[in-house]
């Protein structure tokens, strides 16, 4: 096997967005909770694609700032003179012998797997070009083919006939093709156009002219290349992402009651007959194993579920392991730290943070659990608080296996309950509860013989 030749590529992220009317420059819009230019940054790093040079200019401090610590190389382009000019800053860093990919900021779709087409087409020395055919191709650059329906070169909008305005197959922007060659065209490239700018796209006919081989690839799915420039575009970008990440765990066998009240915002692991319920939002790394079952309108980050775990509705579960079988929800919450052991329940209105809940106990509604350690099939009654926190530091409880802890039971940390004992309703414990027999720490109840409720006062 031939040596694989180094590839860098060249993101664009140097525009200003006004459209977007922010603060925050067009590259660093959230998509999915990340950046947009995270989202291309990915795609080329799964190329296995070393040090991209990202061209920042407009809010470059903040897209810097944000690229801070990263294997990534930057490049200032000043004025925004045109896609030519802005790979031009980027080249001079680059060796002759790799191949340049150009990327752009604002295109956060693009698939690594395209580009992995693309750029073994520019593996021999070849210009290649990612084009898309579109409906609407207002906007956009067209590409011209000449009358044997060899592609010849590159028209914006701007400076097109109305003939050429009439093709669809339409310049993605995206290109792949050795740095020797590109900067020899860059360097030759005016601003003899329309807006006055150094195009990129007129490489294309530089290398025709040269009679560099020219390859055109097309992209299957338009999706991938759609560009962002407004909030509207935004929205609709974050809508196809989730759809596209939607469709893969369909692929993958998990049941979607509607692909399109999903939202994934992370990466997502799910075995087969995984069964999530709509207006579900996943974040972070969420596991869902064999059989798992996800209920409406919860919303999960960074969480483990084990096989035929059930999340029941408007559950909030971050930072949590759900052990095999168990039952959570409706409406609880589990925190950081929470890791609940199989067959264990968390019922409506709990909340659990930092606390190992043993296998097969049971806290079912409006309690909280934190900072302690469950053992096996205890009981925890209703209204049930782990007094955790002193005002100062956190504290820890520990309930022994089997315990059965009465309604409203206030456990005033550090205290520990032993196995098999019982705490009486409404107790307040300050100290450990003997294993085996019944605690109670609550006043007596007395009834006062003959007592008279008051009567009103007459005027
Ligand atoms: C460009 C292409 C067009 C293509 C379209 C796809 C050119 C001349 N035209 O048009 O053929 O169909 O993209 O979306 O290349 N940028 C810089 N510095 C600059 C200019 C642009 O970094 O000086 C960045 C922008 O931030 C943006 C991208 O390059 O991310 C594209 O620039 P833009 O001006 O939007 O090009 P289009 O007119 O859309
Ligand atoms: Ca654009």
Redesign the pocket.
Known sequence: MSEQPLIVPVI????QGKRMRSSVP?VLQPLAEAPLLDHVLAAAEGLGAVSPVV?V?HGGEQVEAHLAGRDVRIAL?DR???????VAQALPRIEDEAIVLVL????PLIATDTLRQLTAHASDGALAWLTVHVEDPH???RILRDDGGAVIG?V?ERDATPVQRGLRE????ILAVHCAALKRWVAALDCDNAQG?Y???DCLAMAVAEGVPVRVHRCEDPREVL?I?DRSQLAEAERTLNRMRADRLLAQGVMLRDPARLDIRGRVEAGRDVEIDVGVILKGRVVLAEGCYVGPYSVLSDCTLAAGARIEAHSVIDGAEVGAGCAVGPFARLRSGARLAETSRVGNFVEVKNAAIGIGSKVNHLSYIGDATLGEDVNVGAGTITCNYDGANKHHTRIGDRAFIGSNAALVAPVEVGDGATVGAGSVLTRSAPPGELTLARARQTTIQGWQRPVKRKE
């Open positions: 664009l992220a140097a525009g067009k061209v200019g382009q925004q003179l045109g896609t030519g000019h802005a752009y900021g604002d295109v906007g956009l650059g590159i914006e339409v310049n993605t922007g700018e195009y990129l796209t560009g420039n």
